[in-house]
């Protein structure tokens, strides 16, 4: 854009008329963004992205002209929902300074209180002059190097809506990188590798979508190649690596983005004719079923379901106009969310009936789930290991390696963790900007994964000096400690550090099973989940509930914990002599988005963990304001 008067004229004048052509509606509601960023109803957004355009800009100025991103999608949502989802330059997610600014920009109302908002951010951030479109200073000093990606997910009104966020950053000069449809790990990881000083020296830039898939497939053949150098336990590997070769995995798209990387993936991997390499089955493309409908990780997980897969829309099975898919059994699946930051993996086997805990009955046998908890500890119990032979060695004895989960972490998945890995658990508020920045906080290698599959690996300059310390002492020797530089080495290039990253965390998880030697039905063995249920109670107010900073008691009302204390003494009293100790856990937590409160329950038996969750929902009803009925008992027997 120019920065003349007469250019900077014909830019204000541009955005004027965007502004009006999206007006906000009346009466306004108030947007809010959440950890999921802005998400509402398709047809809410068009205001909100023009003004979310002018946000990325500025930010992006604010930042020294580092890039921003904008991604377009409601994720797990359904199809008629969108989103915004904005990445900082590190490829993480908005700062809280940042959302500040963001908010208040898209609650501007009208024209003049935009341009208002608009000028108040440019000085705060040291613009040379008081008008970032200079008008007053047409100097060098003024023009401010602005740099926006785009991304898309494949709803119908996502180009649309990216189109609008890219017209009202270019008036005010920015450079827009048009991704296309892409998944949100694939914009943020574009953006990370646009600022490469963000990077690690051991991480190699690729600033694109072909760099990412270059990126995912030479680390992931990297890592499962190390199997072939190891002389421990050959027997086993050997075999398993002939066994596994030919394993198929198949992966459910969600009818979304996630599809066509993975179709992308598989061929590349056939290409490189990897040694023990998986092969990946795709179902659910895109117009195969509606999004997310019946099928994906948030399906999967929530309601502990096998996804339906649906026919191929070019089949003629027109799976898209209506729900035709059909349960099919799988021996090695994982299903995606409908922008792939997301993965559950799952499995169908013989045997009679289920206790609830992470599986149910269906025609085909016994449906099994393996959730971010059982992704966490898969992968810190691996990455513990190759640590200890550093250590074995007299390296890294300092390198804390812990796990960070909220509430929502199964007991069972905790205790392991402590118990059997010996890893270090922290407890942080849901939410994945608060497990990413305890991660960060409290471990030079920290694991975390939210339940939904959401969830990542972050590294600290710390483990990176050992790496280096490594390379000088035991690189290129014939032994253990070697095998496991390599393995650690190829970590930070497969794992996708700035969000949680479904492909990068399928292909991590299979890489750890094959060097294992393990089937999922081994990983699923580690241990069993304490049955648990959750559900959630309309409320007239969410705010009078307030809980500790971890989530795991409610502080206000004042009788609501020790009721809540008293229903779980009840329940381990009454299964006194069954189980050796205290076993029950509960706790409540306001709805981010809704006036409700959600319920967590957990048993040694799915019976207490239905009816602890039942007693809980009935005492939030009577004391916090329930709007309608009281909650019907999910059971009634408490054993």
């Not at 179902?283 to 996804?307: F, I, M, T, Y």
């Not at 229903?567 to 306001?590: H, K, Y």
Request: charged residues 20%.
């Amino acid at each position: 854009m120019s920065t003349s008067p007469a250019g900077a004229d014909a830019a204000a004048s541009a955005l004027t008329k965007l502004l009006t052509d999206h007006p906000i509606p009346s009466p306004h509601r108030l947007y809010s963004y959440g950890t999921a960023g802005f998400r509402y109803p398709h047809h809410v957004l068009p205001p909100i992205l023009v003004r979310i355009g002018l946000f990325a800009a500025l930010r992006s100025a604010s930042l020294g002209g580092e890039a921003v991103g904008i991604m377009i999608t409601a994720s797990h949502n359904p199809v008629n929902d969108n989103g915004i989802k904005l990445s900082d330059p590190d490829g993480g997610m908005l700062s809280p300074e940042g959302e500040i600014w963001a908010v208040r920009l898209a609650n501007a109302t009208t024209v003049r209180e935009v341009f208002q908002v608009v000028r108040t951010m440019a000085r705060t951030y040291g613009w040379t002059a008081d008008d970032p479109f200079g008008t007053e200073n047409p100097s060098a000093a003024n023009r401010r190097k602005m740099v926006v990606h785009i991304g898309r997910d494949t709803r119908p009104h996502s180009a649309s809506l990216a189109a609008l966020a890219a017209e009202a950053a270019r008036c005010l000069g920015a450079t827009i990188v048009d991704h296309g449809v892409v998944t949100t790990p694939q914009l943020h990881h574009a953006v990370m590798h646009a600022n490469p000083s963000r990077l690690p020296n051991a991480i190699p830039v690729r600033p694109n979508e072909d760099g990412y898939m270059e990126i995912m497939s030479r680390s992931y053949a990297t890592l499962i190649g190390t199997a072939t150098a190891t002389d421990i336990d050959d027997a086993t590997v050997t075999t398993n690596m002939h066994a596994r070769g030919r394993r198929v995995l198949t992966v459910d798209g969600a009818c979304g983005v996630g599809y066509p990387k993975i179709r992308h993936l598989a061929s590349m991997f056939q290409r490189m004719q990897l040694p023990g390499g998986v092969i990946l089955h795709p179902v659910n493309a895109p117009g195969d079923g509606p999004l997310n409908d019946g099928c994906g990780a948030e399906h999967v997980q929530k309601n502990r379901l096998p996804p339906l897969v649906y026919p191929p829309s070019g089949d003629g099975g027109g799976g898209g106009g209506g729900r035709r898919g059909r349960n099919i059994p799988f021996d090695y699946a994982a299903s995606l969310d409908g922008d792939a930051d997301r993965v559950v993996f799952h499995y169908n086997t013989a045997g009679e009936g289920s206790d609830g805990s992470n599986g149910g009955t269906t025609g085909s046998g016994t449906f099994r789930l393996l959730d971010g908890d059982k992704i966490a500890v898969l992968v810190t119990q691996f990455i513990q290991e190759e640590l200890h032979e550093l250590q074995g060695v007299g390296l890294g004895r300092d390198i804390r390696c812990g796990i960070v989960q909220t509430a929502y972490a199964n007991g069972a998945a905790t205790a392991y963790v402590r118990n059997t890995v010996g890893a270090d658990v922290v407890i942080a508020k849901t939410g994945v900007k608060f497990v990413h920045a305890a991660a960060h906080d409290n471990f030079d290698v920290g694991v975390y994964f939210e339940a939904n599959g959401h969830g990542t690996v972050l590294f600290s300059p710390k483990f990176y000096r050992l790496l280096d310390m490594a390379e000088t002492k035991v690189r290129g020797n014939d032994d253990r400690a070697n095998i496991a530089l390599q393995r650690l080495r190829v970590l930070p290039s497969l794992v996708n550090q700035a969000v949680g990253d479904a492909i990068s965390d399928l292909l991590l998880v299979d890489a750890v099973l094959f060097l294992k030697g393990w089937s999922i039905q081994d990983w699923d063995r580690l241990y069993d989940d304490m049955p648990s249920r959750q559900c959630k109670v309309k409320v007239q107010d969410r705010s009078v509930i307030k809980t500790n900073n971890t989530e795991t008691k409610a502080v206000a009302p004042s009788n609501l914990q020790p009721s809540l204390d008293a229903a779980m003494r009840a329940l381990d009293n009454a299964r006194r002599g069954v189980v050796a100790e205290p076993s029950s856990r509960c706790f409540v937590r306001p709805s981010g988005t809704e006036n409700a409160v959600r319920v967590y329950a957990e048993a040694s038996t799915q019976a207490g963990a239905d009816s602890l969750a039942s007693e809980a929902a009935a005492l939030l009803h009577k004391l916090c304001g329930g709007v309608g009925d009281p909650p019907r008992a999910i059971v009634r027997s408490r054993i």
